[in-house]
């Protein structure tokens, strides 16, 4: 037994004309194309965009995990190098400030502790940074703690730094 809504449906499409029953038909294709770029493709698009860009964040990640392992396997082969006494830093210490190019002339440097060497005073901020890098790269010194404030005279800093070898502790 049909409804009244498909009865008043079915009058309505047999008082249509051929032409106007081929339009509406057509109309209604496109409105469910539609309907289905909006409710499916789009959503689907937007998943991909999102998979995507995770995927490229996985990949960096996986990147750098590939190259700390190399770094980690290549400290493994290493052999353990004895921590140096603050004594045995100090010209360590001053070689690599020398190939840093970072003058010392308004700087000290003085023993911390049983293996810490303090770097304090005024210095170039540019020259402080290429030594810092090099006595890492180069030495196998670490920067334990410092502290650097801006001075008067433009590029240049007052700092204090503290050196130790390998694992040691100032």
Same mark, same amino acid.
């Given at each position: 037994?049909?409804?009244s809504?498909s009865?008043?449906?079915?009058?309505f499409? =047999?008082q =249509?004309?051929?032409?106007e029953?081929v339009l509406?038909a057509?109309? &209604?294709?496109?409105?469910a +194309?539609?309907a289905a770029m909006?409710?499916?493709?789009?959503p689907?698009?937007a998943?991909?965009?999102?998979?995507e860009?995770?995927? #490229?964040?996985?990949?960096a990640q996986?990147?750098?995990? #590939?190259?700390? +392992? =190399?770094?980690?396997?290549g400290l493994r082969?290493?052999s353990p #190098?004895?921590?140096l006494?603050? @004594?045995?830093?100090?010209?360590?210490?001053?070689?690599?400030a020398? %190939?840093?190019?970072l003058?010392?002339?308004q700087? &000290?440097? !003085? +023993?911390?502790?049983e293996?810490?060497?303090?770097?304090?005073?005024? !210095?170039a901020?540019? %020259?402080?940074?290429?030594c810092?890098?090099?006595?890492s790269?180069?030495y196998?010194?670490r920067?334990?703690?410092?502290?650097?404030?801006? %001075?008067a005279v433009p590029?240049?800093v007052?700092?204090? @730094?503290?050196f130790?070898?390998?694992g @040691?502790?100032a």
């Amino acid at each position: 037994m049909p409804t009244s809504f498909s009865r008043n449906v079915t009058l309505f499409w =047999r008082q =249509r004309s051929r032409r106007e029953r081929v339009l509406l038909a057509l109309m &209604t294709l496109l409105l469910a +194309a539609v309907a289905a770029m909006q409710l499916v493709w789009q959503p689907l698009l937007a998943t991909e965009r999102r998979l995507e860009q995770s995927v #490229q964040v996985r990949q960096a990640q996986l990147l750098w995990l #590939q190259s700390l +392992a =190399r770094e980690a396997s290549g400290l493994r082969e290493r052999s353990p #190098q004895p921590v140096l006494a603050a @004594a045995e830093l100090l010209p360590l210490l001053r070689q690599g400030a020398a %190939d840093a190019g970072l003058a010392l002339d308004q700087a &000290t440097l !003085v +023993a911390e502790g049983e293996h810490g060497v303090a770097l304090q005073g005024k !210095v170039a901020f540019d %020259d402080w940074l290429r030594c810092a890098a090099i006595l890492s790269e180069r030495y196998h010194l670490r920067l334990t703690t410092f502290h650097v404030e801006a %001075d008067a005279v433009p590029g240049r800093v007052t700092l204090r @730094a503290v050196f130790v070898h390998g694992g @040691a502790a100032a």
